[in-house]
T-cell receptor
Framework: EAGVTQFPSHSVIEKGQTVTLRCDPI?????LYWYRRVMGKEIKFLLH????????ESGMPNNRFLAERTGGTYSTLKVQPAELEDSGVYFC?????????????FGPGTRLLVL | AQTVTQSQPEMSVQEAETVTLSCTYD???????LFWYKQPPSRQMILVIR??????QNATENRFSVNFQKAAKSFSLKISDSQLGDAAMYFC???????????FGTGTRLQVTL
């Protein structure tokens, strides 16, 4: 069974540019999460999808971040325009429907550097 | 809001020895779950062990065990017979019983030496 995959693995962009990160969850997982780790700090929750619906987006930092999950399969996280403080590692995780017993399976992350 | 604190940014252990990683958390909830995740260099994060707060018995997974002290809000990870493959970043995480998002600590980088 394929794990959670993320693309790209690395991205270097200039301030003001747009970047789109993609996450493919494990097949059959309805729950999809985005997290972010800024250098040296804790991993922070961004948002949670259940299928195509946003269940919790309380961690989204501002309206420069837009997450979508059309069709309830893969998800994209767009940052537009990117700022220096957006640099970090963006993790995606997925889990099965019964989240009370869930294990969240993480992808390898996308390392974003904004110059 | 819940917080998770890992006070050891780096730890080192010799192969075959035992090491304990510390984690404390703050919550007013009674129903919650605690996790230890491991992220090896350049690889994805995997779950090492989980503990349900309502269970008094400490969770164990092979060489990995926890010391869960609910009253003290402490959740340390003990790695016995350390192996080179245990070298990784270890993250402690909390999840409320009523929400699915994880709250992480800042991580502890574990080195395993020969």
């Amino acid at each position: 069974e394929a794990g959670v995959t993320q693309f790209p693995s690395h991205s270097v962009i200039e301030k003001g540019q747009t970047v789109t990160l993609r996450c493919d969850p494990i097949s059959g997982h309805d729950n999809l999460y985005w997290y972010r780790r800024v250098m040296g700090k804790e991993i922070k929750f961004l948002l949670h999808f259940v299928k195509e619906s946003k269940q919790d987006e309380s961690g989204m930092p501002n309206n420069r971040f837009l997450a979508e999950r059309t069709g309830g399969t893969y998800s994209t996280l767009k940052v537009q325009p990117a700022e220096l403080e957006d640099s970090g590692v963006y993790f995606c995780a997925s889990s099965q429907v019964d989240w009370n017993q869930e294990t969240q399976y993480f992808g390898p992350g996308t390392r974003l550097l904004v110059l | 809001a819940q917080t998770v604190t890992q006070s050891q940014p780096e730890m080192s252990v010799q192969e075959a020895e035992t090491v304990t990683l510390s984690c404390t958390y703050d919550t007013s909830e009674s129903d919650y779950y605690l996790f230890w995740y491991k992220q090896p260099p350049s690889r994805q994060m995997i779950l090492v062990i989980r503990q349900e707060a309502y269970k008094q018995q400490n969770a164990t997974e092979n060489r990995f065990s926890v010391n869960f002290q609910k009253a003290a809000k402490s959740f340390s990870l003990k790695i016995s017979d350390s192996q080179l493959g245990d070298a990784a970043m270890y993250f402690c995480a909390y999840r409320s019983g009523t929400a699915s998002k994880l709250t992480f600590g800042t991580g502890t980088r574990l080195q395993v030496t020969l």
